[in-house]
């Protein structure tokens, strides 16, 4: 039995957690927690991807790779993005990965052969060779701009300013690792809190000469764009850059298949100690260049590489009481109040319990020992309960019935699996103070609203003073009595009213997230918006005799499924939501909407595919589709452009439905012609 609203909710809560972690880590270089807390977020992400397709079909964490770059130094796009990393945690997750590869590639092979290198806890930099001359180094950035810090990469003495050697590529793009060792390090404790920090902080220096007066090495470990590729294996590269200068990891070495891998990652797990640099895991990449350039990338990670991470931390505390909260979509959430420990150098005095069904599963009671596991979330999580240490009077917690403003809660049955959801949920919206209290942080917050000076505690702070009840009050805000407060001064009070009249221009798909719509996230409104363009369009949806027809027509985007139709109608058949939504549009100017299509030989197209192809998966048919700019659909309409047509085994009915819509029917040869037409 499972809680999709409580599923998504928790989901969404990680999302915004971790995109706050990059900012630490990749802008600030001051990680707030360990790689392994960060790594443990992360996971449970792709886990939930994985386990609810529904979370996967919300992309809310496509393009999760860094953080936008600073205003420090200049902006410059990457020659090719500057991806980040599936992560594995064990043999099983690297044997899925191998099985992924080889499903991609439509092959059988158990001994694929892969590089193995160590992977540094350190700051990733891209330096750019015009004829052998350095001419550029970036920052990762986001992924896709980075920062201009050439200058500063200059001090490091062995990286290459010059190539001198004869057949060098016109241009070569060399990714590598900037480091501080840990002997140095021990003379910099002091001003740095770790040496990531150290080596972060030391690249973003306006100056050069303070930059080197620090200690930075690096490694070169990979490629981004060259032109032209004289080499066809990954380890050929690192060879060929490391005779041209370069200095690359001496641990780096070729493996084949699963068996190979995990001897090696015990091997490393075993030195690192020993090793003068932090590393948290093995990277293991597939050693052909052509296999890469056919795995491709996904939204942010490359298919044909993985990090292999060490074994994460976790601690045994004691569990002193259970609390309720409740969160935007009136989902009642038990938080265990903890003693204080340290898990991966973080105190923490809170642990999750995620639901009423999660309690009564593990058995989690008040004064049971535990044991958590801090995934990256400011809430750790429970892991077990050491039943040896249980007290003898200890009672099975019994969750509360009632919301904490006293209404009766309720479990809904999910459409998906026809059973009662988890998670109970109190469903007076608006009409509960502190599901309407969350409902006014979401609407703030950095992926809605964007108001910088009105966090959550701000927004606690003028909900009780009763300055804010719904989300239209934001903008006839009294700013004569938030001068009498404590800590309000003129220039605090004027840089809150500058960004509130900035958040009234605010583009469609943006307003459309922020209302607040249960199963409707990032990637969905952006699909919503496509659809309706404006704000004029939208409001249709307020109408209960012009709604129906509108969710007819929803029910058939690609991404918005009879979940997400339901919940926009019920949400829009309260009275009380139509009526907040209006006095809040009558504040705003609401921009329409624009995608960004891209570019290729099926720019504009929606196609589809069945069976299975010869010369490569089916997987790979769609994304190289998505790369030239097609719309992959998941079902039979008719918007749809062609159906596309595997040799074998495909679907009947599906064929049956294009030819009764008049679809045009591409076959695998008709494909591969297509693919092989410039």
Known sequence: MINKDKIIKDFKKKIKLIKNHNKYYFERDNPQISDAEYDSLKREILELEKK?????????????????????????????PMLSLSNAFDKSEMQDFIKKIN????????????????????????????????????????????????????????????????????LLEVRCEIFIGKKDFKNLEEKFANPRNAAGGSLRQKDPKVTAKIPLKYFAYGFGTIIPITFTKQLEFLKKIESWGF??????????????????????????????????????????????????????????????????????????????????????TPVAKVEPVTVGGVVVSNATLHNEEEIQRKDIRIGDIINIQRAGDVIPQV?????????????????????????????????????????????????????????????????????????????????NLNLIKEPSDIFKLNYKRIKSLEGWGELSIKNLQKAITN????????????????????????????????????????SNSKRIQILKNLVELDGIGETQTDSIDSFFSNKKNVEITLNLINQLSIGNYFSKKKGGKFSNKKMMFTGSFNNMSRSEAKSIAEDNGGKVLGSVSKKLDFLVVGNTKPTKRKIDQAKALKIKIVTENDWNKMLNNS
């Open 383 to 463: 892991v077990s309960v050491d039943l040896s240490k249980r007290e003898k009077s200890s009672s099975p917690f019994k969750f509360p019935k009632k919301c904490l403003c006293g209404a009766e809660t309720k479990k809904e049955i999910s459409k998906n699996t026809n059973k009662l959801d988890a998670v109970r949920r109190c469903l007076k919206g608006y009409e509960c103070k502190f599901t309407a209290k969350e409902k006014l942080k979401h609407l703030v917050s950095k992926e809605a609203f964007n108001i910088d000076g009105l966090g959550k505690k701000v927004v606690e702070q003028f909900w």
């Open 503 to 542: 958040s009234k221009k605010i583009n469609l798909d943006k307003f459309i997230y922020s209302i607040g719509i249960r199963h409707i996230g990032q990637e969905n409104a952006k699909i919503l918006a496509d659809f309706f363009i404006s704000i004029h369009e939208f409001s249709n949806l307020f």
């Open 52 to 80: 609810y397709k529904f979370l996967k079909d919300l992309k809310l964490f496509e393009k999760n790779i860094g953080s936008p770059p600073s205003n420090k130094f200049k902006k410059v796009k990457h020659l090719s």
């Open 103 to 170: 499903n991609f590639l439509n092959l059988t092979d158990p001994n694929l052969e892969f590089t193995s290198e160590p992977k540094i806890d350190g700051i990733s930099a891209s330096l750019i060779y015009e004829k052998g001359i350095l001419t550029q180094g970036l920052s990762r950035g986001d992924g896709e701009v980075g920062e201009d810090i050439l200058e500063n990469l200059k001090t490091i003495s062995t990286i290459p300013k010059k190539i001198n050697e004869k057949q060098i590529p016109d």
């Open 247 to 332: 200095i690359v990891n001496p641990l780096i070495k070729k493996v084949k298949g699963l068996e190979e891998i995990e001897t090696r990652h015990k091997e490393i797990d075993k030195l690192r100690s020993s090793l003068n640099y932090d590393i948290d895991g093995l990277v293991f990449k597939v050693n052909d260049v052509k296999l890469q350039k056919r795995l491709g990338n996904t939204s942010n990670s490359p298919r044909w590489a993985t990090a292999y991470k060490f074994s994460a931390e976790r601690a045994v505390t004691k569990i002193k009481d259970i609390i309720i909260q409740v969160g935007r979509t009136g989902a009642i």
